[in-house]
């Protein structure tokens, strides 16, 4: 009877056997998507994180984004330049040209032309900041001033005749320096810049003359 006992226990082994060995297996190929994790995003987990790009960046310290220009820098004050400030120059650049100019006058309601205030190029890229008042107590070694709307080779302030106007500094970074240029207006700028312009920032504030 131990025998055959035996015999018969060992007969019904493999049975035994075969579900748990179904098992195993189904849950060996179940594993990535149990874990909600796909076989190379688990390759991928120890990669490092690549550097977010650098954001070409101009900011003033007199005003916000989309804020108001203080008087001083404007016709009711002293029409002093403002401070200016920019970061991560693309690399390659060779040279900043610096347009701000009004796309709202002389009315925001019914805009007939861009009014330019100030054309400035040939700034060095290294250059970080034109500092307040810049346009009348000199720009950094070797950048020079076009022409503004007033036919005059400096900063002209916001002198709205009607309304808040929007006023755009916009700085642009070249791979070459701009030469044979003499007093060049925003047209002539741009024209010269054609081509050769490898980034741009923007800084916009705001102006509207006191009530009387």
Same mark, same amino acid.
């Given at each position: 009877?131990?025998?055959?006992?035996?015999?018969?226990?060992?007969?019904?082994?493999?049975?035994?056997?075969? !579900?748990?060995?179904?098992?195993?297996?189904?849950?060996?190929?179940?594993?990535?998507?149990?874990?909600?994790?796909?076989?190379?995003?688990?390759?991928?987990?120890?990669?490092?994180?690549?550097?977010?790009?650098?954001?070409?960046?101009?900011?003033? !310290?007199?005003?916000?984004?989309? +804020?108001?220009?203080? =008087?001083? $820098?404007?016709?009711?004050?002293?029409?002093?330049?403002?401070?200016?400030?920019?970061?991560?120059?693309?690399?390659?650049?060779? =040279?900043?040209?610096?347009?701000?100019?009004?796309?709202?006058?002389?009315?925001?309601? @019914?805009?007939?032309?861009?009014?330019?205030?100030?054309?400035?190029?040939?700034?060095?890229?290294?250059?970080?900041?034109?500092?307040?008042?810049?346009?009348?107590? *000199?720009? !950094?070694?070797?950048?020079?001033?076009?022409?503004?709307?007033?036919?005059?080779?400096?900063?002209?302030?916001?002198?709205?005749?009607? *309304?808040?106007?929007? $006023?755009?500094?916009?700085?642009?970074?070249?791979?070459?320096?701009?030469?044979?240029?003499?007093?060049?207006?925003?047209?002539?700028? %741009?024209?010269?810049?054609?081509?050769?312009?490898? +980034?741009?920032? %923007?800084?916009?504030?705001? $102006? %509207?003359?006191?009530? @009387?």
């Amino acid at each position: 009877m131990h025998r055959a006992a035996s015999a018969g226990t060992m007969r019904s082994l493999p049975i035994a056997f075969i !579900p748990l060995v179904f098992l195993a297996c189904s849950r060996s190929e179940q594993q990535p998507s149990d874990t909600g994790t796909a076989p190379q995003a688990q390759a991928n987990a120890g990669a490092p994180t690549p550097p977010s790009p650098m954001t070409f960046k101009l900011t003033s !310290p007199a005003f916000q984004p989309n +804020g108001s220009i203080p =008087s001083k $820098y404007t016709c009711e004050g002293s029409d002093t330049s403002p401070p200016l400030e920019w970061a991560d120059v693309p690399a390659g650049a060779k =040279s900043l040209a610096l347009i701000v100019d009004d796309p709202d006058a002389p009315d925001p309601a @019914k805009p007939q032309r861009t009014y330019v205030h100030w054309v400035v190029y040939n700034i060095q890229p290294g250059t970080t900041q034109l500092a307040e008042n810049a346009a009348k107590s *000199g720009l !950094p070694t070797g950048a020079q001033n076009g022409s503004n709307d007033w036919k005059k080779q400096t900063y002209g302030g916001p002198c709205p005749p009607i *309304g808040r106007h929007r $006023y755009f500094f916009k700085l642009s970074a070249l791979d070459t320096q701009l030469t044979d240029l003499n007093n060049p207006t925003k047209a002539d700028l %741009e024209k010269a810049m054609q081509g050769h312009i490898v +980034g741009h920032t %923007e800084l916009v504030g705001t $102006y %509207e003359k006191a009530k @009387k």
